[in-house]
């Protein structure tokens, strides 16, 4: 049977019946209901900006609509909100790098999908279990999904034990299958973090377990907005359960805000150094146009427990996330 510690403990299994720029501000009305958007794409005015950067702001009337919202943000720690084809609406808290804890697997998956690309609703590639993943699914000391060395897994699967029930088992298996090595593997990670304009944040690890992978809240909406261009990365983190094929077990979404809301993801991560930590994606109607709404808050309640941590981050997410639903079109609603 799986173990969940320090890292990010997963819920109880279901019976087996079945992770620095300064801020933007929010875009003017006008312009914002001008821009073309897809779900999933994001806008900058004054010129082409890639996946990851964060929408342009300008003057008193920006910061008035922001201002107006009165987030609920968090008394520690850091945060940071943008909405798709709107942009942010602020930061909280020193960007400072810190720990992930699991948070860290949301790259994971993302160069995962970037290098071994799957269609919606397909199952990818097929991938072998090795002995280290195998006898890793039994450690005492963090999270892990069971898997049998020799069997073959789908890359889905494999991605969405990685991510539902965060096994770091899994994510150092997928990190050798997909470079060869995990240092390898590392190196793409944090490659793909320069190209992404995350420039406070080290990865030295797959899975959130080594307290010297850092980040800080703005560079995780940087990679939550480039990966939510992802179908497949979209139904992998909006999935609720997961069973591990073997094993008897199925997993519910660490992710306690899934399903409401609106909120469609994102990841979770905790530890003691790290505290609690949260990503979260939400889907709302403004002004006639659905919109990605996306979310980070980082070290709550650091240097406590995992648990307490990540209560901590998901009340902090919640508050968030409901009042951005609550008050974001009366914001934006033309005077």
């Given at each position: 049977m799986p173990h969940t510690p320090a890292t990010d403990r997963a819920p109880a299994p279901a019976p087996s019946s079945r992770c620095g720029f300064r801020r933007s501000l929010l875009v003017p009305l006008a312009a914002a209901l001008a821009l073309a958007t897809g779900m999933g794409t994001w806008y900058a005015l004054g010129g082409a900006a890639g996946p990851?950067?964060?929408?342009?702001?300008?003057?008193?009337?920006?910061?008035?609509?922001?201002?107006?919202?009165?987030?609920?943000?968090?008394?520690?720690?850091?945060?940071?909100?943008?909405?798709?084809?709107i942009g942010s609406l602020g930061t909280r808290g020193e960007q400072r790098p810190v720990p992930i804890a699991s948070v860290t697997k949301v790259m994971t998956a993302y160069v995962i999908l970037e290098e071994h690309p799957m269609r919606a609703g397909a199952p990818g590639a097929a991938v072998t279990a090795d002995e280290q993943a195998a006898n890793e699914s039994y450690s005492s000391v963090e999270t892990t999904a069971p898997v049998l060395a020799g069997r073959t897994y789908t890359q889905r699967l494999l991605l969405e034990l990685m991510m539902v029930p965060s096994g770091n088992n899994v994510a150092r298996l997928l990190a050798r299958w997909g470079?060869?090595?995990?240092?390898?593997?590392?190196?793409?990670?944090?490659?793909?973090?320069?190209?992404?304009?995350?420039?406070?944040?080290?990865?030295?690890?797959?899975?959130?377990?080594?307290?010297?992978?850092?980040?800080?809240?703005?560079?995780?909406?940087?990679?939550?907005?480039?990966?939510?261009?992802?179908?497949?990365?979209?139904?992998?983190?909006?999935?609720?359960?997961?069973?591990?094929?073997?094993?008897?077990?199925?997993?519910?979404?660490?992710?306690?805000?899934l399903g409401r809301d609106g909120v469609i993801g994102l990841k979770t991560g905790s530890s003691t150094?790290?505290?609690?930590?949260?990503?979260?994606?939400?889907?709302?109607?403004?002004a006639g146009t659905p919109r990605l709404i996306l979310g980070v808050v980082l070290h709550q309640r650091a240097g406590t427990s995992p648990a307490e941590g990540s209560a901590a981050a998901h009340e902090a997410g919640r508050a968030l996330v409901t009042a951005v639903r609550a008050t974001l079109p009366d914001a934006l609603r033309p005077v």
């Amino acid at each position: 049977m799986p173990h969940t510690p320090a890292t990010d403990r997963a819920p109880a299994p279901a019976p087996s019946s079945r992770c620095g720029f300064r801020r933007s501000l929010l875009v003017p009305l006008a312009a914002a209901l001008a821009l073309a958007t897809g779900m999933g794409t994001w806008y900058a005015l004054g010129g082409a900006a890639g996946p990851g950067a964060p929408a342009a702001g300008s003057g008193d009337t920006v910061a008035a609509v922001a201002k107006s919202l009165h987030l609920p943000w968090p008394a520690e720690g850091q945060a940071s909100v943008a909405v798709e084809g709107i942009g942010s609406l602020g930061t909280r808290g020193e960007q400072r790098p810190v720990p992930i804890a699991s948070v860290t697997k949301v790259m994971t998956a993302y160069v995962i999908l970037e290098e071994h690309p799957m269609r919606a609703g397909a199952p990818g590639a097929a991938v072998t279990a090795d002995e280290q993943a195998a006898n890793e699914s039994y450690s005492s000391v963090e999270t892990t999904a069971p898997v049998l060395a020799g069997r073959t897994y789908t890359q889905r699967l494999l991605l969405e034990l990685m991510m539902v029930p965060s096994g770091n088992n899994v994510a150092r298996l997928l990190a050798r299958w997909g470079a060869g090595s995990e240092k390898a593997f590392v190196a793409k990670m944090n490659e793909t973090a320069a190209a992404l304009g995350m420039e406070r944040t080290t990865y030295t690890g797959v899975s959130g377990m080594e307290s010297s992978t850092r980040s800080t809240a703005t560079d995780q909406l940087r990679l939550a907005r480039a990966a939510m261009e992802d179908p497949v990365f979209r139904e992998i983190v909006a999935t609720r359960t997961v069973e591990a094929p073997g094993a008897g077990v199925t997993f519910r979404n660490t992710n306690k805000l899934l399903g409401r809301d609106g909120v469609i993801g994102l990841k979770t991560g905790s530890s003691t150094p790290a505290g609690g930590n949260l990503v979260w994606a939400s889907t709302q109607d403004i002004a006639g146009t659905p919109r990605l709404i996306l979310g980070v808050v980082l070290h709550q309640r650091a240097g406590t427990s995992p648990a307490e941590g990540s209560a901590a981050a998901h009340e902090a997410g919640r508050a968030l996330v409901t009042a951005v639903r609550a008050t974001l079109p009366d914001a934006l609603r033309p005077v």
